[in-house]
């Protein structure tokens, strides 16, 4: 009897631990990976609320928080959701992990990549202190080489903090967005997933010169470059991409339709007498997510002088309902209240109509038209370097808050 009540006991202490293993943890940090091509791994760690009515949660970078829009659980199956940038995350429960794959979701073919992600079973720290620190902090030149020629419009920022480095590459249509890393014997790579972004930057030190790759989710193939040291960020754009007007006394034309689906024009009474920002822009777009809050603050600040900003969507799909509920998720995240419009999809054939007849040279996602009251264009801002940049996107700040000023005076 006292070995069955033994045994009786074993058993129930297995079955406890087993059925509490079997089960999703509610509230907890994540570790995982995504596997890019090439055996490349883009590490990253999320956070999970699924114990409310409204599961929750967001991906970390450094000290950025990236939120996850939409999160549906079914038993042990769960999904991540971002509509904007037409991407999920399909995983199932293990037992001890979620596993399933990233998808990246277009009308030409959905890429699929293999995700995994643990429970985190301590404090996860990007950096450690005790390594040891490679000379790597500054400012450089990207040197992205091709059969045919060698890409030279793009800079990188790299610094690092106790123990991590940290860094961006700033390409004429804005930066990549914060990634970070750390050092192993005379290799970095720094990472950055968010989601729907899957960027990996491998760096290898040789005689003193750095030089690396480029992964990406979004990439046919990786993009092998060369770092060169340089004492600032600022690359003039070559001139196939400075954007201006074809005709520059002509008023530049928009139209889209709003969030209560009303479809509003340039022409339109309400714009009469108004100085106007208007942003080419998709949700979709990361560089358009850092841009909007600035836009955001200038209309508050600017709005009772008479200027109006206007979003103008070009996004992934055509499909209207979809976009008016892309741009809700992206105006309520953000808190936005000036007007944001769909202008239709990414097609060539619709931004040619719309954009490309009207602009020479555009080429970026976002590109800021500042227009005064008479409607006339006074200057034309292509890409946007979000906050990982520092001082540039404080300098970009200073100068859009400089223009819209002129443009209510």
Aim: aromatic share 10%; charged share 20%; net charge neutral.
């Amino acid at each position: 009897m006292k070995n069955r009540g033994l045994l009786f006991l074993f058993l129930s202490v297995f079955l406890i631990g087993y059925g509490c293993q079997r089960s999703i943890p509610d509230r907890t940090m994540w570790d995982g990976i995504v596997e890019l091509p090439d055996g490349i791994t883009v590490p990253f760690r999320m956070n999970l609320e699924l114990s409310g009515k409204r599961p929750s949660g967001y991906f970390l970078v450094g000290d950025e928080k990236n939120p996850i829009p939409e999160i549906s659980r079914n038993g042990d199956s769960l999904t991540l959701g971002f509509s904007e940038y037409s991407a999920e995350i399909r995983a199932v429960w293990n037992g001890s992990q979620l596993v399933g794959h990233y998808l990246r979701i277009r009308s030409d073919g959905t890429k699929s990549l293999h995700f995994t992600a643990s429970p985190e079973m301590k404090s996860s720290n990007q950096g450690d202190p005790s390594l040891p620190s490679l000379q790597i902090s500054g400012n450089y030149q990207v040197l992205f080489q091709a059969q045919d020629k060698v890409d030279t419009t793009t800079a990188a920022k790299l610094w690092t903090k106790d123990g991590a480095i940290y860094g961006t590459f700033i390409a004429p249509d804005g930066d990549y967005g914060l990634l970070v890393g750390k050092p192993s014997g005379t290799r970095i790579q720094l990472s950055r997933f968010t989601g729907w972004q899957a960027i990996a930057i491998v760096l290898e030190q040789d005689a003193g010169m750095w030089s690396g790759t480029f992964y990406a989710a979004s990439n046919a193939k990786p993009r092998p470059f060369i770092l060169q040291s340089r004492a600032d960020l600022n690359i003039p754009p070559p001139p196939s991409m400075r954007t201006g007007m074809k005709n520059p006394k002509a008023e530049f034309a928009f139209s889209g339709v709003s969030l209560s689906g009303e479809t509003l024009r340039d022409s339109d009474e309400r714009f009469k007498g108004k100085a106007l920002i208007v942003d080419i822009m998709g949700t979709w777009c990361h560089n358009c997510l850092d841009e909007s809050p600035v836009l955001q603050r200038l209309q508050e600040q600017f709005g009772k002088d008479g200027l109006e900003v206007v979003g103008l969507s070009f996004e992934i799909s055509d499909d209207p309902a979809l976009a008016r509920k892309n741009l809700q998720l992206y105006k309520n995240r953000l808190g936005l209240t000036y007007t944001l419009l769909f202008s239709g999809s990414l097609d060539d054939e619709n931004v040619k109509k719309q954009i490309h007849s009207q602009l020479n040279n555009f080429f970026a996602y976002p590109t800021t038209i500042f227009i005064d009251k008479n409607h006339q264009v006074q200057a034309i801002h292509s890409g946007f370097k979000g906050p990982g940049t520092g001082d540039e996107f404080q300098g970009q700040i200073r100068e859009f808050e400089e223009l819209a000023r002129k443009l209510v005076q």
